[in-house]
């Protein structure tokens, strides 16, 4: 049986999620090294300045391309009896999810007989139950894996994601809202792996109104009521990070001024006692 004065502050399971271009892989780059990406976006080449800016080992970053979901799942597995990396990078959430639906369908495909081929529109295989049940099933035990090699080997887990807009209207109260949700194929799935989440980080591009300007990039710490977010560490409402890392600048000095916090010390209230009336008392009262 464990106690909270075993909880390791120095290892974050940690999403973030924005729309595409405001720095998400960026600031996964920030973190402790040496790190292992499982990279499904294939963009690795986008890391290439902010590593040169920071002075970031390349030897340090590891990385696969991976197109289907077997191949990465074998990489984590092996992952968990050996783990030589401080941050592991799921990048990301979205391509991973299209690798697993597409190995059924791949697997529909090569199957004998026309009916285990799967819905065809247009001549094109398309995803149905079948492929986002078993999109489930994989993240489930992607989740699995990851919080394990957490909890043994004291890593760092950042899984990335992007967002898409979405609105919702309510006839009976005549109200609207607006949110974003993470782009998987089924959406009661992006629900499950926010909720397993320690921090979620929500990335933002501001513009700038003046010609030629570089936008102003930051991350929410908590939820706006449009787009949810969380951490338990003392940061800002708000980071407005644009080219500094988040790890040295924000997240670690987060992590030390929560563990030498001082405890707030818990005083119980006494009530106060009442005497019993004795005899003689009564007496003369009477």
């Not at 902010?50 to 990489?75: F, L």
């Not at 890593?155 to 309510?170: F, Y």
């Amino acid at each position: 049986m464990a106690t909270m004065n075993e909880v390791d502050l120095l290892s974050l399971f940690t999403m973030m999620k924005g729309e595409p271009g405001t720095r998400k892989s960026t600031c996964a780059l920030s973190y402790p090294t040496p790190q292992y990406w499982v990279s499904t976006d294939k963009k690795m080449k986008a890391l290439v300045k902010p590593m040169k800016n920071w002075g970031v080992n390349p030897r340090e970053i590891h990385y696969d391309d991976y197109s289907d979901w077997d191949k990465p799942k074998a990489k984590i597995e092996s992952l968990q009896v050996t783990c030589p990396f401080k941050t592991i990078i799921i990048d990301s959430i979205t391509s991973i999810g299209d690798n697993m639906t597409g190995q059924v369908k791949k697997a529909k495909k090569f199957a004998k007989g026309d009916e285990a081929k799967g819905k065809m529109i247009g001549g094109i295989q398309v995803s149905g139950l079948e492929e986002f049940n078993a999109e489930s099933s994989a993240f489930q035990e992607l989740i699995a894996m990851l919080k394990d090699i957490q909890s043994f080997h004291h890593v760092n887990i950042i899984m990335i994601a992007h967002v898409i807009g979405i609105r919702k209207d309510n006839d009976a109260n005549k109200l609207t809202h607006h949110s974003r949700r993470i782009v998987t194929g089924a959406e009661q799935i992006s629900a499950k792996l926010a909720s397993y989440m320690e921090e979620t980080y929500h990335f933002n591009v501001e513009p700038s109104f003046e010609a030629d300007a570089e936008g102003g990039y930051s991350l929410l710490t908590v939820h706006t009521g449009n787009d949810y977010a969380r951490t338990s560490l003392p940061l800002p409402s708000k980071i407005n990070f644009n080219n500094d890392p988040l790890y040295d600048k924000w997240i670690r000095p987060g992590i030390e001024n929560l563990k030498n916090q001082t405890p707030i010390q818990r005083t119980i209230p006494t009530q106060p006692t009442q005497e019993k009336p004795n005899a003689s008392s009564f007496i003369q009262s009477t």
